[in-house]
């Protein structure tokens, strides 16, 4: 006799191919076997896609944050095994769904790694995937998720300086012997924008303490709407979104270059990090912040 809960995973995933969407929805409202069912439901009718790893890698995400750290990495291994066998017969990023689910397949597991004290089991993994997976979109995850285990406590990488929006740019190396606060935005990010107004007070209230707040950014090859964008095109988007929506950061440097965001691993955006004045990284944060969450992290430094 089929269940409740299996006989309503098979109304949505009969009425909707957008699998990701709805086991999303049933984990944000907490219903986990829903969530497990409806990606059943929708590989027993379509097999195994693109679409049905990334949901299923959402569901290794959703045993990480409940703690139930063997189920998670067994669901992240049987991503990563599926996504692997994907790819004898198409390139990683041919869309989007296949290198998002084994980027956070290859993350959970070595979160999973973390969480129970193998830290260096988790650095192997994820330098041993880099080498595998570097020449692809990927990179970026891999590298932040080394840096959540490694960065801070060690000098910051440098910053690439070839391009600012604005037309005054700083020269960034001038900033040692002040803490320096990164904010990797990108113009597509409603979070960024939210966390401007955070950034607004934490100007008022440290920039006399000296306080340097740094903003990279990078293309991304689109614009409005998504659609496909030259990079001079996609630069006067990027500065006229920067004016609308972050008025209180024009005075900010702002750096464009991909390599800022793989060498500080940012493919979540924002991404916050707070340098000291001898230039060592004490705050690694991927993801928006709080203003007492920032304010905290400043003090420390003193």
């Known amino acids: 006799?089929?269940?409740?809960?299996?006989?309503?995973?098979?109304?949505?995933?009969?009425?909707?191919?957008?699998?990701?969407?709805?086991?999303?929805?049933?984990?944000?409202?907490?219903?986990?076997?829903?969530?497990?069912?409806?990606?059943?439901?929708?590989?027993?009718?379509?097999?195994?896609?693109?679409?049905?790893?990334?949901?299923?890698?959402?569901?290794?995400?959703?045993?990480?944050?409940?703690?139930?750290?063997?189920?998670?990495?067994?669901?992240?291994?049987?991503?990563?095994?599926?996504?692997?066998?994907?790819?004898?017969?198409?390139?990683?990023?041919?869309?989007?769904?296949?290198?998002?689910?084994?980027?956070?397949?290859?993350?959970?597991?070595?979160?999973?790694?973390?969480?129970?004290?193998?830290?260096?089991?988790?650095?192997?993994l994820l330098r041993k995937d880099l080498l595998t997976y570097g020449k692809t979109s990927i990179r970026t995850r891999l590298q932040k998720n080394i840096n959540l285990l490694t960065l801070e406590g060690r000098p910051a990488p440098a910053l690439q300086e070839t391009e600012f929006l604005g037309s005054?740019?700083?020269?960034?190396?001038?900033?040692?012997?002040?803490?320096?606060?990164?904010?990797?935005?990108?113009?597509?990010?409603?979070?960024?924008?939210?966390?401007?107004?955070?950034?607004?007070?934490?100007?008022?209230e440290y920039q006399s303490k000296g306080l340097v707040i740094v903003a990279p950014t990078q293309r991304y090859g689109y614009a409005a709407n998504g659609d496909d964008a030259s990079p001079a095109d996609e630069l006067k988007y990027i500065e006229a979104i920067r004016h609308k929506y972050y008025a209180d950061l024009l005075d900010v440097p702002a750096p464009v270059s991909e390599a800022n965001f793989r060498n500080y691993g940012a493919s979540t955006t924002p991404t916050l990090v707070l340098i000291d004045r001898r230039g060592i990284v004490r705050l690694y944060h991927p993801g928006a912040m709080t203003l007492d969450e920032l304010r905290a992290a400043l003090n420390k430094l003193g």
């Open 1 to 124: 006799m089929v269940s409740k809960i299996a006989a309503a995973a098979l109304i949505i995933a009969s009425a909707s191919a957008a699998v990701v969407t709805d086991v999303e929805t049933a984990m944000s409202q907490g219903n986990f076997p829903m969530a497990e069912a409806i990606a059943q439901s929708y590989r027993t009718q379509h097999g195994v896609t693109p679409e049905y790893l990334e949901a299923l890698s959402w569901l290794a995400r959703g045993d990480l944050i409940t703690r139930q750290f063997d189920k998670a990495d067994a669901t992240a291994k049987e991503t990563e095994r599926l996504a692997v066998q994907s790819l004898a017969t198409r390139p990683l990023d041919a869309e989007p769904h296949l290198p998002l689910a084994l980027g956070a397949a290859i993350e959970v597991q070595a979160q999973v790694l973390a969480a129970n004290g193998d830290r260096a089991g988790a650095l192997a």
């Open 168 to 204: 005054k740019p700083v020269p960034l190396l001038a900033l040692r012997g002040k803490p320096v606060l990164l904010f990797f935005w990108a113009h597509w990010c409603p979070d960024c924008k939210q966390e401007e107004h955070v950034l607004a007070q934490i100007i008022k």
